[in-house]
């Protein structure tokens, strides 16, 4: 069987580790051909003590300081990048897998080598009977939300093309970290696992959802504040970085428009002074992204036409049902579709 490591992030969470690493100790994957890596992000809580006492089996890596989502992860993807695993299994540790996941991701990974990214279908828990995520949807002005979420489950289903896969729990092919690189780590947290699966396309490779595979995700909306500020800086510069130039003009319209929108939206719920802060740190980190840029748009093998197909013009965020979101759907939905039939690049 292919090599696979499986990277859970910790940070904090004590109180999850007991059933995520439990159930993890159940895979029926051969465990000669597996190896599970906890990363501790510098946590508050006695984790790295919980998991030597009662997980002697997996390797820990403990970091000194909070490296965020990005930074995190990238240390355990560098310690198995040296030990030459065929993939990788990024995984949230608020999580809980069932025993044939890993298989059944490995089993379809082998099938088709252009296939880079798969992702699990992500349930919730408690209740099992509803979807967190079936695979990811990306907005063409960089937003992004989870696919069907707390709709009712279907037992089982074909695999699919997505257009990202969830950070939450995402099988990576080795070959395509070693093409496209690790996270991304200036972004810290949020809209990295976008950045990941867009560049994936990019380079020619499918990313798909296996319904056959579950985990479990014991899922909450956050309404910090802070948050948005994350998912706004980083939502401009997975698109700066990643569109091309004409694709960019032609989407500038209604990116104003829905700025306007957005200050004014956050005036009304409190996070002004965040959305304010994002567009500063956008600004401050714009050299960084511009060169990035130049090495991703001189190394993609794919164009904004053939990847627009992967893109929506409808938001929806769980949790918020807003009927002024319902308008603005209308309006940005409509102007994507008629954008999308100018681009031939």
Known sequence: ?????????????????????????????????????????????????YLKKNFPEITLIESKRNLGYTGGNNLGLRYALKKNFDYFFILNHDTEVKAN????????AEKDKKIGIL??????????????????????????????????DYLFGEPKEIAYASGSAMLVRREVLEKIGLFDEDY??????????????????????????????????????????????????????????????????????????????????????????????????LNKVLEKRKKVQRERVVGDREFSRYLTGVVKFEDINNPVLSLANIFFNLYWKITKQLIFW
Request: charged share 20%; glycine share 6%; net charge positive.
């Open 119 to 152: 992702q699990p279908k992500v349930l919730l828990w408690p209740e099992t009977d509803k979807i967190q995520t079936s695979g990811n949807k990306i907005h063409y002005l960089g937003f992004c939300y989870s696919g069907d979420c707390y709709q009712k």
């Open 188 to 285: 810290f947290m949020y809209h990295e696992d976008v950045d990941l699966g867009w560049l994936t396309h990019l380079a020619g490779y499918k990313i798909m959802v296996v319904p056959r595979a579950v985990v479990y995700h014991k899922y909450s909306f956050s309404r910090n504040k802070k948050k948005f500020f994350w998912m706004e800086r980083n939502r401009f510069w997975v698109i700066l970085k990643n569109y091309k130039i004409g694709t960019l003009i032609l989407i500038f319209p209604a990116f104003i428009f829905m700025e306007i929108g957005l200050i004014f939206y956050s005036l009304v719920s409190g996070w002004f002074i965040w959305k304010i802060k994002s567009y500063f740190s956008a600004l401050s980190g």
């Open 1 to 49: 069987m292919p090599k696979v490591a499986i990277i859970v992030l910790i940070y904090n969470g004590l109180k999850y580790l007991p059933a995520c690493f439990g159930s993890l100790k159940k895979i029926d994957y051969p465990k000669e051909d597996l190896e599970i890596i906890a990363v501790d992000n510098n946590s508050q809580e006695r984790t790295v003590d």
């Open 101 to 108: 996941f890993l298989k059944e991701l490995v089993s379809l």
